[in-house]
């Protein structure tokens, strides 16, 4: 009799052990996902703090620069695909848009001097620079919980278990291909 007690306190301390460790693995799982869900929405924040700055920066632009409608159309498309973007891809193809057409909006202040000079262009560019740089540090920081979340969910053993439970693959931000090659600097 005591042997049989034996194995049966054995066969579910086994048991315990087991379906702890599943519960735990599955709540580490659902704190790396909701890390990379946290770090997505940071790098929207960013994204929405530099779309914010874009309507003021444009406007201060226009005051010199009416007649550069063009740049201004462009800036205000990207802007608007950038609002509608919903996955990493869209986000950076929106941003490459919104990029190219926020670089030739900067280019314009170098045929007004009275523009390059204005207190309220300058801070509105100083603002743009540091939320350039959030965004970069956000996007970074989504990279690493990605990298983390997607290493676990690939591993053995916790890949059979989060493949069961339909946890995926999460993509990261990356350069564009354009961003890959070196510019060309004629001086």
Request: proline share 2%; charged share 25%; net charge negative.
């Amino acid at each position: 009799m005591k042997k049989k007690g034996l194995i049966i306190g054995i066969v579910i301390a086994v048991v315990v052990i087991i379906i702890a460790s599943l519960v735990g693995g599955y709540n580490n799982l659902i704190s790396l996902e909701e890390g990379t869900n946290t770090a997505f929405a940071d790098v929207q924040v960013q994204l929405q703090r530099r779309s914010d700055l874009i309507p003021n920066l444009v406007n201060t632009v226009k005051g010199y620069a009416a007649h550069e409608t063009e740049v201004f159309t462009a800036v205000s498309d990207a802007r608007a695909k950038l609002a509608g973007a919903a996955t990493v891809d869209e986000i950076n193809a929106a941003e490459g848009e919104l990029d190219s057409a926020l670089s030739r909006l900067l280019a314009i202040s170098e045929s007004y001097p009275e523009l390059k000079s204005n207190e309220n262009f300058l801070s509105l560019q100083d603002e743009l620079a540091g939320t350039e740089n959030r965004i970069s540090v956000a996007r970074r920081d989504y990279n690493e919980k990605v990298q983390k979340y997607n290493v676990k969910i690939r591993s053995f053993p916790t890949n059979i278990f989060a493949n069961m439970l339909g946890f995926e693959k999460k993509e990261q931000f990356a350069a564009d291909e354009s961003a890959q090659s070196v510019p060309n600097v004629n001086f």
